[in-house]
């Protein structure tokens, strides 16, 4: 039950009514529209509840239900115990396997659901494991980017969505496996890579799926499953100024093999690696550069790298200007960095320095209306939630979203990241 003084937008209202009509559901929103707050909502009809999210994300959930209700929530850890639980458990997806089959929710909340979409991972088996076992009343799904790469990547979300015991929310899935899947709805073709052998190396076959095919029939699939809106048509944000920064160019034969990577599937061999984070940290002195002009005005800034390196490197020249700063990446305690981000929200520091695995999704961080990519990720998803962590709800200025970018090869990955978004958007926007 939500507190009092908490009300929902028209959209989250119609949200909340698609959840309790539909039962099992996905909610794929665009990023910074609360998803979050429309399945605590529905937390009312649930004796009890379970949220299943990415690790990072188990405070800010905590926060959360505290904020929006009167309910007790508690994080579930690998010693957690689960002979005195709460209104509502809190657990990592990879913490479900420790989750007792006697311990019962009726309300399950798959948070970055896309965190689930490889039928074959041991994390995915055991949420499909429990969700079978538990039957509860409610699921619900939440991503704002449900296809991170390709359209095969919503089987295992759709598969467990059409568990729903009434058969409330369309048409059940009839596609008995995910090859079927990637041959029904994706377009199959082979390529040709090279593996080491203790040898030396050989041409490797490797199937692959990419486009989409047979759009009509998926979206029959998803007709009362899956509901999206885009926070261009539900709210009045401010606009977004996206720039580019090219940085002189030097190193074009690596770059061409960093392209030529990327092409294949970004494949991260050590010596690819090497060179993406080469290249990243080429950029770093153009973009203290810009960030001292950004602070120099008065502003916040959010910064995004691929890799640790260049935060690092960020993070000491940031400090060597007397920029107060944080850093939010996988090398710093879960204390660490919920700690930056408070004191950043608090204005306490002027930039947040983060990596895309560990600050791309969950997070808002509208304190600041600029946000700079020091280097891309190669997975458009995570591009895209990146840039929603400044342009969302409680946004009230306008935001600038600034591209470094390394000469013509990182202007042909972003062309293609481009791309690959506007392909995947076939699908996970609805028709009107």
Known sequence: MLRPEIELYDFQKVGKKFIETRKYVLIGDSMGLGKTLQSISTMEHGERMLVICPAMLRTNWLNEIEKFTKLKAKIADAKFDWSDVPDVVISSYANVKNIPFDFYADHITLDECHYIKNIQSQRTKAVHKLVKHFNPNYLIGLSGTPITTSVVEFYSILKLLSLEPDKANGLPLAIKSQYGFNMRFSNQSTRSITVSTRSGTRNVQVQQFSGIKNKEELKEYLKGKYLRRLASKVLDLPPIVDKELI?????????????????????????????????????VPFTLKYLIEIIDGGEQCVVFSDHIEPIKNICEGLTGEGISNGMVCGVKSKQDRDRAIEDFKAGKLKVLVCSFSAAAVGLTLTSSRHLVFNDLSWRPDMVEQARKRIHRISQERSCVITSILNGDFDKRIKRKLDAKIKDISQIVTQDK
């Open 247 to 283: 940085v002189s160019n030097k190193k074009a034969k690596s770059d061409a093999k960093l392209y030529d990577a990327f092409e294949q599937g970004g494949e991260m061999s050590e010596h690819i690696s090497t060179l993406k984070i080469e290249s990243a940290n080429n950029k």
